[in-house]
């Protein structure tokens, strides 16, 4: 389901989603980012004509955080894990 009447501050494990509005003279654009705990910011790849609903910025954060753990476990030169 999508959120199109306005956007939400979803917090999740820490981590905080944040949008910003980019209005042209036809329509409106929304461009979503999420906050991690240490303040860094990443894109959330999701139509910028809507809002995700709270489980699907959930599932980024999800998702995010397993590319995060198991990026360590590649950069430390262990071969025998897939990203």
């Not at 303040?39 to 955080?65: C, I, N, T, W």
Request: a negative charge; aromatic letters at 20%.
């Amino acid at each position: 389901m999508y959120n199109t009447l306005n956007g939400s501050n979803y917090k999740f494990c820490g981590y905080t989603y944040t949008y910003e509005v980019m209005e042209e003279d036809d329509n409106r654009k929304y461009w979503h980012d999420i906050v991690d705990p240490s303040g860094a910011r990443f894109s959330l790849d999701f139509s910028p004509y809507r809002f995700p609903s709270e489980e699907q910025f959930q599932d980024a954060v999800v998702e995010h955080m397993l590319r995060e753990y198991f990026k360590n476990f590649t950069d430390n030169g262990d071969n025998n894990v897939f990203v």
